[in-house]
Nanobody, 128 residues
Framework: QVHLVESGGGLVPPGGSLTLSCASS????????IGWFRQAPGKEREGVSC????????CYTDSVKGRFTISRDVAKNIVYLQMNTLKPEDTALYYC?????????????????????WGQGTQVTVSS
């Protein structure tokens, strides 16, 4: 069973940057895909980005392309989400999630229902 812990959230002014981390344990890191999701109050959970821990293939939702970068450190079992040029609309609780690569496809990487393992979330607030 995979266990995920997010960190790195905080309060940042518009235009600022944050790097979120998703540390995984309890499974073979390269057997899983990791997705980053976010949920703002009163809104549905939204897929932000995803990565295959095996080959590094990635996906992004349109609103973050060019601003966010997802990456992985196989040696440390960590997936990062580098977020630049943050906007107030990026404010949300950010979650990472994992799914076995055998049950995952990049085309569905932004859909929450395809992930079985979830962290507790880390809050990102973009405000002046």
């Amino acid at each position: 069973q995979v266990h995920l812990v997010e960190s790195g959230g905080g309060l940042v002014p518009p235009g600022g940057s944050l790097t979120l981390s998703c540390a995984s344990s309890g499974g073979t890191f390269t057997d899983y895909a990791i997705g980053w999701f976010r949920q703002a109050p009163g809104k549905e959970r939204e897929g932000v980005s995803c990565i295959s821990s095996l080959d590094g293939s990635t996906c992004y939702t349109d609103s973050v392309k060019g601003r966010f970068t997802i990456s992985r450190d196989v040696a440390k079992n960590i997936v990062y989400l580098q977020m630049n040029t943050l906007k107030p609309e990026d404010t949300a609780l950010y979650y990472c999630a994992a799914e076995r690569l055998s049950a995952w496809h990049l085309d569905y990487g932004l859909h929450p229902k395809w992930y079985d393992y979830w962290g507790q979330g880390t809050q990102v607030t973009v405000s002046s």
